[in-house]
C-alpha cells in the first residue's frame, strides 16, 4: 500500500498498529497525517513550532491510543484531525495558564496599615454614600453589583423597562462619584 494512495485502508493501518504495534503502517500513517495535521494547525493560527510540535504529538497519540479508533463512529482523518484540534486547544489553554515559575510563592506580604486604614475609610464612606441614595437607585446599583446582575437580568426580575434600569443606575453612579470625591 502507498501511503499517498487515494485508496488506502487507513482503518486497516490503524488496525495494525492497534494490534501488532506494526512500525510500517505508522510510517504510512505519519507520512499521510502528519503534514496535513501541521497545515491544518498552521491555518488555524498556530506558528510553525507550535504546529510541528503538536502534529507530533498527534501522532503519538495516534500510536498510543490506537485502540480508542473505531472505525464504525469516524474515518481516521476525523479521528485524528479532532486529536489535533483537541492538541491545539490544550496548546492555547497551557499558553494562556502562567508557568509556575512566574507564580509568587510563599505568604502575601503584610499590608501597609495605611492602606488598610485608607481603604477601611474609602468602605465605610462608599456605605454612607450607598445609604443616601434613593430607593429606588440603590435597590438596582445593589442587584447590579453586589447580585452580579446584567441590566437585561435586572429588568427581567424588576419588570422594569431595560432603558430605565440604566437611567437608574447612570444616575445613581453619577452620585457616588461626587459623593466620594
Known amino acids: 500500500m502507498q501511503a499517498d494512495n487515494v485508496e488506502t485502508d487507513w482503518a486497516a493501518l490503524v488496525q495494525r498498529v492497534r494490534d501488532h504495534q506494526d512500525k510500517a503502517a ?25 504546529a510541528e510540535e503538536c502534529a507530533q504529538d498527534v501522532m503519538a497519540t495516534l500510536w498510543q491510543k490506537a485502540h480508542l479508533f473505531d472505525p464504525a463512529r469516524a474515518s ?21 495558564r502562567a508557568e509556575p515559575e512566574d507564580l509568587p510563592w510563599g505568604p502575601e506580604p503584610e499590608p501597609d496599615q495605611a492602606e488598610v486604614l485608607e481603604a477601611q475609610q474609602e468602605t465605610d464612606k462608599l ?47 453619577d452620585r457616588l462619584r461626587q459623593q466620594m470625591s
Not at 76 to 96: C, Q
Not at 140 to 168: C, M, N, Q, V, W
Request: no cysteine; charged share 25%.
Open 76 to 96: 481516521v482523518a476525523t479521528w485524528v484531525f479532532t486529536i489535533a484540534r483537541n492538541k491545539r486547544i490544550d496548546a492555547l489553554r497551557k499558553a494562556r
Open 127 to 173: 456605605g454612607q454614600a450607598l445609604a443616601q441614595l434613593p430607593e429606588k437607585q440603590r435597590a438596582l446599583i445593589e442587584r447590579a453589583f453586589y447580585g452580579d446582575l446584567s441590566h437585561s437580568e435586572i429588568a427581567t426580575e424588576t419588570g422594569l423597562p431595560l432603558g430605565t434600569i440604566k437611567s437608574r443606575i447612570r444616575l445613581a453612579l
Open 26 to 50: 505508522f510510517a504510512a500513517l505519519f507520512r499521510h497525517f502528519a503534514p496535513r495535521v501541521k497545515a491544518f494547525l498552521m491555518k488555524s493560527g498556530a506558528d510553525a513550532g507550535l
